[in-house]
């Protein structure tokens, strides 16, 4: 979606920009090499790494952009895609607001497994989760396994939020599939601000929400 298609005008900030008035968790999940880690560093630091060194655990990152006038902050945990660190990436299922579902065009597999990430996903998240279906590595058109239409079927079956198709190492769709992620949250937030203010605890001018996937914060003078 283009800037002039928005009902809402968006701004990117920089990674370390400190002030923020609403700030959001989400998880990154899919199977191994599918370009978890290269897809949000790209879009964060706009670098790429060629060489793949697997994830051990998670790794953090954040990416903060203006939305009219409100700043949002996404707190992104790009998780590990081997079976040996499954257990640890469900801890951070339920305390997602947003998880973004990642599989490669060019492996049919890791699109077949993504109905197991989904199912695993829907079992241990809020139930009001939202989740976005990406396929990655669509600068690999000569060895493409699986077509832009079924990953957009994928989204209307399983009533996903958002289907995109982007590309870590040429660039293309990086920023926006994040841009996207916080529109789907800054909106539903919008749309149910009573019920998320009646949910959160106010710690030290912090508010929380009981359930620790949304934290609002005033902003401090400088
Ligand atoms: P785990 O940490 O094991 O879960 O893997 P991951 O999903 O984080 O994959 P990673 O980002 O480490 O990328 C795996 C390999 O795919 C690396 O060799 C990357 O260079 C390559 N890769 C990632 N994104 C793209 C892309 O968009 N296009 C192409 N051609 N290669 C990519």
Redesign the pocket.
């Known amino acids: 979606m283009t800037q002039q298609d928005r009902d809402i005008t968006i701004e990117t900030l920089p990674e370390d920009y400190a002030q923020y008035d609403l700030s959001f968790k989400m998880i990154v999940i899919?199977?191994?090499?599918?370009?978890?880690?290269?897809?949000t560093t790209k879009a964060v630091k706009n670098t790429?790494?060629?060489?793949?060194?697997?994830?051990i655990g998670f790794e953090f990152l954040t990416f903060n952009l203006k939305m009219n006038d409100t700043v949002v902050k996404l707190q992104i945990w790009?998780?590990?895609?081997?079976e040996v660190y499954r257990s640890l990436i469900s801890n951070f299922y339920r305390n997602s607001s947003l998880a973004v579902l990642?599989y490669a065009i060019d492996n049919r597999e890791s699109f077949i497994n993504a109905e197991n990430w989904l199912k695993e996903l829907k079992g241990q998240a809020s139930p009001d989760v939202k989740i976005m279906i990406v396929g990655?590595?669509c600068?690999?058109e000569d060895e493409r396994k699986v077509s832009f239409d079924e990953g957009k079927e994928f989204k209307e079956k399983n009533h996903l939020d958002f289907f995109m198709e982007?590309?870590?190492?040429t660039g293309f769709n990086v920023k926006n599939f994040l841009i996207e992620a916080a529109e789907i949250l800054y909106k539903d937030y919008l749309v149910n601000k009573n019920s998320y203010d009646k949910d959160m605890d106010s710690i030290d001018n912090v508010k929380v929400k009981n359930t620790d996937n949304i934290s609002i914060k005033k902003k401090r003078c400088c």
């Open positions: 899919g199977d191994s090499g599918v370009g978890k880690s290269c897809l790429f790494e060629e060489f793949y060194q697997a994830t790009d998780t590990c895609g081997q990642l990655n590595k600068d690999l982007t590309s870590a190492k």
